[in-house]
């Protein structure tokens, strides 16, 4: 897969577009407005809203942006480069062209960096003819937010809230917190805050799935089976990462 195609986004409409390559979803929006005052911006009319995540698959490229935006809970873990919280775990197979001769998954690292601007709750991130509120949804990781796109009534939910397994077993995962976001999507959707959402893995889905996705996260991850696995998980997942990450300051 050339670089090309790697990178290729497809148009969403409205001034929006999605990478296509693989899993893991950016998008981009283009303003056609003087004096944006994008927080997150590249370039003059090119923002990128995607949500920040501490996790390697969304911040391994974050330090090739000037400008990075990440809750205030995650700061110390990019500004560290803790690879232990940012769950960075590789193996060869995923690899698709090692960037030198020899190079091996395990060699790889998150840099770190320093973002820019520190985002809380309410925080609203102003592209010029888009606004982002920040949702502060917590529970599959600490610092894990929504962008709100109000007057559009889109959502860009990042790890959040996907259309596939959510993952709640992570470093800094916490069920009850993920389950109280999860009401708070529920929230969004009864009340027509959402009609899309841009989700961080996969393809986007609309309001009815958003429900769906929400309500049975919430009825299960209270039963037993789901604890266990949890659990399970969370060890394994902890064991590992502290082995391949034995630099880390955790
Ligand atoms: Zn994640
Ligand atoms: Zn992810």
Redesign the pocket.
């Known amino acids: 897969m050339s670089a090309a195609d790697w990178y290729a986004h497809k148009s969403l409409g409205e001034g929006l577009s999605g990478s296509r390559s693989d899993s893991t979803r950016a998008y981009l929006t283009t303003s056609t407005k003087r004096g944006c005052s994008a927080k997150i911006r590249r370039g003059r009319t090119r923002c990128w809203p995607s949500p920040p995540?501490?996790?390697f698959?969304?911040s391994g490229g974050l330090h090739q942006f000037q400008q990075v935006g990440v809750h205030s809970a995650e700061v110390d873990a990019l500004a560290n480069g803790d690879n232990f919280e940012t769950?960075t775990w590789l193996s060869d197979r995923e690899i698709v062209e090692a960037p030198s001769p020899g190079w091996r998954a395990r060699h790889y690292k998150v840099k770190a960096v320093q973002p820019t601007h520190i985002l809380q709750e309410g925080d609203v991130i102003n592209l010029g003819d888009r606004q982002l509120t920040v949702l502060h949804m917590p529970g599959?990781?600490r610092g894990?937010i929504c962008l709100h796109d109000r007057d559009n009534k889109l959502l860009f939910s990042?790890?959040v809230v996907y259309d596939g397994a959510m993952?709640d077993w992570?470093p800094y995962s916490r069920v009850s917190d993920y389950i109280s976001s999860c009401e708070r999507l529920v929230g969004l959707v009864d009340s027509e805050q959402v009609d899309q959402v841009l989700p961080?893995h996969y393809n986007t889905f609309g309001a009815k799935r958003l429900h769906r996705i929400a309500t049975t996260y919430i009825s299960r991850a209270g039963t037993c089976p789901a604890k266990f696995s949890t659990f399970a998980w969370g060890t394994l997942a902890g064991v590992a990462l502290r082995a391949f990450n034995p630099r880390c300051a955790c």
Request: proline share 7%.
């Open positions: 995540t501490p996790h698959d969304h769950a599959h990781s894990s990042g790890d993952i992570l961080g």
